[in-house]
């Protein structure tokens, strides 16, 4: 069956069920063995060890620019890219000439702005419950979650990386636009199978038993089974994950940010956010474009690099992780494990 399309409201609250995966947990428990993700890939116990991730380069213009001037700023800097939007040619063409800079694929499925679209990769033919009557994905995480066909999801997400590849960009990272690969387990399966199979880690959040009973608490259960497919999933998670808030002024969202670094606890932390350099086509493609603006702004701040330089801090890549992760002792026999296991 088709779903409508929703009103604003109905579409922020969708964005908001997608995401009940990546919710933003203010006090994220250690690891239920006693150990964080940051301490079995070989970084020291007590320090806080952040992936700082921009998402949605390709999207537009504005992006790209904002992510170039993270490559060039001297900090490392995680980003995901966007394979079906109109811009991910220009981004790819230049991170294709960083061979260090570290690159994951936003899979996504869905096309939020009412003035602003994208289709498929794959034919419509192929892809049909994923799109709406105009040829578009849908709108929302919950249109996606009632029509989508799982078998489609897993092809289009096969046919996005095959686009970035093609384009010279081979993914250090895989992440979900909207959280939509978390609103239903096949997707979710989909999602892991082709981390697994390309050995490329998806961003997800370690699953403990607090953190579950935390989710419930939220009014978001986490299903056994997803529990379950989180704990047989063999490559690095993060301990906790975070996006930057929306906020009052640009000088509000430093002091945020500052009290979010700072309350941060030991292990591996994504601080996720959305930079964008201002520009008329930013502004009359997204009415969140001041946030994106000042999320660019942020980091090329001297007080934020100097927090992010302090001895507390350790700033890491998924590409770093995944050297780790293969290059540890203990890590390393789990990795030959799970890659034997049919």
């Known amino acids: 069956m088709n779903y409508s399309v929703p009103r604003r409201s109905e579409k922020r609250q969708s964005i908001v069920l997608a995401m009940l995966f ?6 994220s428990p250690t690891l239920a063995r006693g150990e964080t993700w940051a301490e079995r890939l070989g970084f020291p116990a007590d320090k806080k060890v952040v992936i700082l991730h921009a998402h949605e380069m390709g999207m537009c213009l504005a992006a790209n620019e904002a992510a170039h001037q993270l490559h060039a700023s001297g900090l490392p800097f995680s980003t995901s890219a966007m394979a079906p939007c109109a811009w991910f040619s220009d981004y790819a063409e230049t991170v294709s000439k960083l061979p260090q800079a570290d690159v994951g694929l936003e899979l996504t499925l869905n096309s939020e ?9 794959a034919t419509d033919e192929s892809v049909h419950s994923l799109i709406d009557d105009r040829g578009y994905f849908w709108s929302t995480s919950v249109q996606t979650m009632v029509n989508g066909n799982p078998k489609e999801v897993e092809h289009e997400l096969f046919v996005q990386l095959v686009r970035a590849q093609l384009e010279g960009v081979e993914p250090t990272h895989l992440t979900t636009h909207l959280g939509t690969l978390f609103t ?58 975070v996006f930057l808030r929306k906020s009052q002024s640009y000088e509000s969202k430093k002091q945020e940010f500052k009290e979010l670094i700072e309350g941060l606890e030991p292990g591996l932390t994504q601080v996720a956010f959305h930079p964008a350099v201002e520009s008329e086509e930013l502004k009359r493609i997204a009415d969140d474009w001041q946030e994106r603006v000042w999320d660019a702004q942020l980091f090329q701040d001297p007080e934020v690099q100097s927090l992010l330089e302090s001895d507390e801090i350790i700033l890491t890549t998924w590409r770093e992780v995944m050297d780790r992760f293969e290059g540890t002792g203990s890590i390393a026999r789990e990795v030959e494990a799970a890659r034997e296991t049919p």
């Open 113 to 121: 702005w009412p003035n602003y679209r994208w289709q498929p990769m």
């Open 22 to 27: 990546v919710a933003h947990i203010t006090a």
């Open 184 to 241: 239903r387990i096949d997707f979710a399966q989909a999602y892991l199978k082709m981390a697994r199979e390309h050995w490329i880690p998806a961003v997800v959040v370690e699953l403990t038993p607090e953190r579950v009973l935390e989710f419930k608490r939220l009014g978001f259960p986490v299903s056994p089974e997803l529990v379950q497919l989180l704990e047989d999933y063999p490559l690095p998670k993060v301990d906790h994950l």
